[in-house]
């Protein structure tokens, strides 16, 4: 059963806000009336699982239709993936970009060359919808490509879609939904105009928190970070790419767990990084291009991704996790790495940015994360 329980309609925030913590207030109210004491606190037993995949930007409609899928199809890009992509109770990954049938409205270019405007046309949401996706992050450097037109058009295919998503600053800061029993708590942030910022820690404490309260499992999507295969490092610092402040992707991974989030999801820097385990909650800090079919540079390590099946228990405490790794090339499906490139690359960063965490997970040669006795 998949119960939507906040949509993420184009209202104000103040007003979701307002109407989420009145609805709070009368399900605890039932709660408190209705169950018996000492059943409150019992922690659901069995485990969640979470399949997350980075970004994913399936062809543009701009400057050319010709970026796009022969005959405008997608339906044969993520078919080599779907059993990766299978068996979550939530399939994750982050829409580079917006889903528009107008190119009309493209974001100002001072040099074309180096500027990218990511649009798919509007039915490629049926490619994610048969991938198994039903939760994507729209916080990213993409989603204001088209403008207001653009973000518009991209929360009404998703809400028709079924999808759930959050990450705009002005249509969906969060949203919250029940799967098979477990209310779970979405947001997603990125340092872009438009989106739920990432640099302002103190206020995404506040959304994580009022989130944490109400929900059993959070999940933070972050689009945060330098690009590019020598950004594959977490500094621990602020990052900066071409002048932008990227954000402290370390810090902010720790301050929204603090601040009561289960599971990190990280991408934007459009590589892979490093994995980590922080009071025994899963980060995952850059899962690379996942299926970029044009306009977005697939050599080398930008080519190569993992997807991570992460499975907690029920109030999002980290139990294990699987790594399969996936590549791909240009203007092609992504699909199953034989070699295992992005599995050794996680391996190598992790003992590289988080020496610490050689006492506490093991990342086998089989791609299983687990946590050490
Ligand atoms: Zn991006």
New binding site residues.
């Given amino acids: 059963m998949d119960v939507r329980q906040s949509a993420c309609p184009s209202a104000n925030l103040p007003k979701n806000r307002m109407t989420d913590s009145y609805r709070t207030f009368f399900l605890l109210f039932l709660l408190y009336a209705f169950v018996p004491a000492g059943a409150q606190a019992q922690p659901a037993s069995g485990e969640v699982t979470i399949v997350a995949a980075g970004?994913i930007m399936l062809g543009t409609i701009f400057p050319s239709r010709n970026y796009l899928p022969a005959g405008e199809d997608c339906s044969e890009l993520l078919k080599p993936l779907h059993a990766a992509l299978s068996g979550g109770d939530i399939t994750f990954g982050?829409l580079?970009g917006v889903l528009t049938n107008n190119a009309s409205t493209p974001k100002k270019c001072d040099d074309p060359s180096v500027c990218y405007t990511f649009g798919m046309p509007t039915h490629f949401v049926n490619c994610l919808v048969d991938a198994g996706f039903n939760l994507l992050s729209v916080a990213?450097?993409?989603t204001g490509d088209f403008g207001e037109q653009g973000r518009r058009s991209t929360v009404e295919t998703l809400e028709k879609a079924g999808i759930h998503f959050a990450g705009l600053a002005d249509y969906c800061v969060t949203d919250t939904f029940t799967i098979k029993g477990v209310k779970y708590g979405f947001a997603a942030f990125?340092p872009n105009s438009g989106t739920v910022n990432l640099r302002d820690i103190p206020a995404a404490e506040k959304i994580v928190r009022a989130l944490a309260a109400t929900c059993r499992i959070v999940i933070v999507s972050f689009?945060g970070g330098a690009?590019g295969s020598s950004r594959q490092h977490i500094t621990r610092q602020t990052e900066y790419f071409i002048g932008e402040d990227r954000g402290n992707v370390y810090e902010f991974a720790h301050r929204m767990i603090d601040a009561g989030a289960d599971v990190l999801l990280g991408?934007?820097p459009?590589v892979t990084r490093a994995v980590e385990v922080y009071r025994n909650r899963f980060i995952a800090y850059s899962m690379g291009n996942f299926c970029t079919f044009d306009r977005i540079n697939v050599s080398g390590v930008s080519g190569i991704a993992p997807v991570f099946k992460i499975r907690t228990d029920k109030n999002g405490a980290f139990l294990n996790a699987e790594i399969i790794s996936t590549c791909q090339e240009k203007r092609q499906p992504p699909k199953i790495d034989k070699q295992q490139r992005a599995l050794k690359v996680i391996q190598q960063l992790t003992r590289q940015d988080f020496p610490e965490m050689a006492d506490a997970i093991t990342i086998s040669d089989d791609g299983a994360i687990t946590i050490k006795n």
């Fill in positions: 970004d982050n580079e990213n450097n993409h990125a689009h690009e991408h934007g459009h």
